[in-house]
């Protein structure tokens, strides 16, 4: 995520913190135990820290907790518990995140984090799917992912985009953010992490690198990396740069947009 003081935060998973980094490269741990706080009875993998993260319309940041099963904030002093359950049972470990400006938060739910990357339906939910919280209200908004990944909103945040990064289920869908009703498919495309530009193109985290796609589904231009992308987001004065975490890499292309 892109902080208007100047920096971005990435997640680093296996080291369990969030981490600030600036343009010039300059990189600092800003928050510990950022996804696991040691306090969850639960089989886990490795992948047990923070993934996505959000900024809300005030700069409060929501993180997505593999480790702890839940979704926190932190107000830049304090990392509290948000949306911890669902149907009495702990999420499985939530992954990508965007809030809206009405306050709504959605987020994906696979099991990464959960040892072998499997399903635990006795301690955790018994499906994956993508959430919405609104109104201190959860509603699922989908299962038809086994392992549901990126979200994000449409510019207007009219349209809400979920995607997967599987092969074996291989399509980008577009639903109503406000009814959460389901709207099309929009694409045969696998991503991690997607975006959104300012006209409405969506930007995909993909194994070829990060694939650009118009609201038809039609692709555009793609850009090659060094390593596979994971998720990726807009950022600078302008928000015209893009910072690609990617495996080991964090990659920072300016002046993508005009």
């Known amino acids: 995520m892109w902080n208007n003081e100047g920096y971005y935060l990435f997640s680093d998973i296996p080291r369990n913190c969030i981490v600030q980094v600036k343009e010039n490269g300059e990189k600092k741990d800003i928050i510990s135990n950022s996804g696991f ?33 839940a979704i926190a904030t932190w107000n830049g002093n304090e990392l509290k518990p948000f949306c911890t359950h669902y149907n009495s049972k702990p999420f499985n470990s939530p992954n990508d995140i965007v809030v809206a400006k009405d306050g709504s938060v959605f987020f994906s739910d ?3 984090g959960l040892k072998d990357q499997k399903m635990q339906p006795e301690k955790a939910q018994p499906i994956a799917g993508f959430y919405c919280w ?75 690198g990060i694939v650009i796609i118009n609201t038809e589904g039609e692709r555009l231009a793609k850009i090659e990396l060094e390593t596979i992308p994971a998720n990726a987001c807009w950022g600078g004065d302008a928000q015209k740069h893009l910072l690609v975490t990617a495996r080991n890499n964090i990659f920072l292309i300016k002046d993508l947009l005009l």
């Open 37 to 69: 706080t040691n306090n969850r009875s639960i089989e886990l993998s490795e992948q047990r820290g923070s993934n996505g993260l959000a900024y809300d319309k005030n700069g409060l940041l929501f993180i997505c907790q593999h480790g702890n099963g």
């Open 110 to 112: 696979p099991p990464y």
């Open 134 to 208: 609104r109104n201190d209200e959860i509603k699922l908004i989908t299962d038809q992912y086994l392992y549901p990944n990126g979200v994000c909103l449409s510019p207007d945040e009219k349209s809400l985009y979920t995607c997967s990064n599987k092969p074996f289920e291989k399509f980008v869908l577009e639903f109503d953010a406000a009814t959460l009703a389901y709207k099309r498919k929009l694409a045969d495309e696998n991503s991690d992490g997607l975006k959104c530009d300012k006209w409405g193109n969506l930007w995909l985290c993909t194994k070829e």
